[in-house]
Structure formats: C-alpha cells, structure tokens
C-alpha cells in the first residue's frame, strides 16, 4: 500500500510539474511577444511626433493610453467591459448547454442520425448572422435577448461539429478493450469516451469563445446603449478619434486574454485527460 501510495504521489508531482513546465513556457513566450508590441507603440510615437502620421486621423499611442486611463479612472471602462462580457457568456453558455449533448446525440448515441442532419447543419452554418440579426430583433425585439440568440447562434456550429467529429474520430479498439475487461456502459462513456472526445470538444469551445467575442462586438455596433461595441461606434460617431482608438484596442486586449486564458485551460484539460488514461492502463 505504502508503495502504490509513493508511486501515485511522484506521478502526481510530475504530471504536475510538466504541467508547470508548460505553462512556464507559455508566459516566457508571451514576455518575447509583448517586446514586438511595445516596439511598435514606440515606432508609432515617434512617426506622430515627426509627422509621418497625422494626429487628426491617427491617434497618438500616449493620447489612447490616455483616454483609457480616463475610462478607467471614471469607472466607465467596466461598466461597457462588464455589459460585454455578460451578452458574450450567456450566449456562449448557452451554446456549451445545447451543442455539446445534441453532439453526443448525433455523433455517439444515434450515429445514424449525422448523414441525415449533417447537410442541414451545414447548410444552416453557412447562413451569415447579420442576416439573421433583423429576423431575431423581429421575434426578439431590440433588448438583450436577440443579441444573446445572435451569440449563441454562431458560437454553437464549432462546439457541435468538433464533439461530432471528437466521437466519429474515438478509436474502437480502446471502446472494444474496456469493455472485454467487463467494463460497464457508464465506465467506459466516462473513462474512455468522453475523455477521448475532449480535445476535439475543447477545440470547438475554444473557437466558439472567439467567435462569440467577435459577435457581442459586431451584436452592440449595430444596436445597443451600452458595452465596448457601442462606445466604439459612439467614439466615431462624435469623431472622438483616442476614444476610437482606445476601445478598439480594449477590445483587441479582450480577444488576446479570452485565447490565452482557454490555451491555459487547454492545458489544465490536456494533463487531467493524460492523468485519466495513465489510471485506466494502471
């Protein structure tokens, strides 16, 4: 006992510091990044200051970080990032609730169903949302509602497909093992189906999230009274020109942590699902 106990212990320690390894790796990455960034804010002061860009048209980067600092210091920021942030998870959460089981329906449960449903889905994908956008304020109305179905509408195809296609892909070898040692329908679903699946379902989360911060964007431009969507449409209405450029680069900061924090959760999932097998083989 005390030797399964050692060995499970320095299993841990090291999937653990693998893991640490990883993520290390990652922020080293990001820190040789941000040096490119900085650089090109830099460049761009300087050809503002020496008149290659005008400062009419083309904000200066110390009068944007200005205007966010601003936006900061009233609060306002938060407010817009916060109404954002909102439309964009429900609407994703949603799309998580409905995609992943009628994947598991389609793709596992009743495989039949995917040459018949396939082309449909397919069809209904390739339909541009901002078409559909009128048609939801219509059943909808203007409110929030309409603008979580458009989010919800466009985030659920990546999450639907990729668990469609993370079951069709699940060797059966590893389904035909598990269950010639006696294993039972929910053991082997568990154990062997659902963590084979989850780099394919974590994939299509991973882009519906994207996706759904593009939409909630896109959603708030064209109708809204609240949110960064609406600040950057407002900035340009009234030609606040730092203001335009400070909510565009918010929005840009936005997408840029949604992909690094769901890269970090890939990487949490990747060592749980490595974990779960190595116990299975054990």
């Known amino acids: 006992m005390k030797i399964l106990f050692k060995y499970l212990r320095a299993k841990v320690i090291y999937n653990m510091k693998e893991l640490f390894i990883k993520t290390y790796s990652r922020l080293k990455k990001i820190a040789y990044g941000s040096l490119s960034i900085i650089l090109f804010f830099l460049l761009w002061e300087v050809a503002s200051d020496i008149g290659l860009a005008n ?5 200066k980067p110390t009068s944007i970080f200005a205007a966010i600092f601003k936006l900061i210091q009233s609060g306002e920021l938060f407010i817009h990032l916060s109404i954002t942030l909102k439309r964009a998870s429900v609407g994703f ?18 495989k039949g169903l995917e040459p018949i449903l396939a082309p449909m889905l397919r069809l209904l994908e390739k339909i541009n949302p901002f078409a559909l956008f009128p048609l939801f304020i219509f059943i909808f109305g203007i409110g929030e ?7 919800f509408w466009v985030a659920q195809w990546p999450i639907l497909f990729n668990t469609i296609a993370g ?94 924090l769901f890269a970090w959760l890939e990487a949490l999932v990747s060592f749980g699902r490595q974990t779960t097998f190595e116990n299975i083989k054990n």
């Open 145 to 151: 509602v309409s603008k979580v179905v458009l989010i």
């Open 167 to 260: 079951l069709r892909d699940i060797d059966p070898l590893l389904i035909k093992s598990a269950r010639s040692m006696g294993a039972s329908k929910t053991f082997v679903f568990f154990k062997v189906i659902v963590p084979s699946a989850i780099p394919n379902i974590f994939t299509g989360i991973k882009v519906g999230a994207q996706i759904a911060c593009f939409m909630v964007i896109s959603a708030e431009m064209l109708g809204a009274s609240k949110g960064l969507g609406w600040l950057t449409v407002t900035a340009q209405a009234n030609y606040q020109i730092p203001l335009l450029f400070a909510a565009s680069l918010c929005i840009a900061v936005l997408g840029v942590a949604i992909n690094e």
């Open 93 to 110: 959460f949603i799309a998580i609730l409905i995609a992943i089981p009628a994947g598991f329906i389609i793709g596992g449960f009743f």
């Open 55 to 59: 400062p009419v048209l083309v904000s």
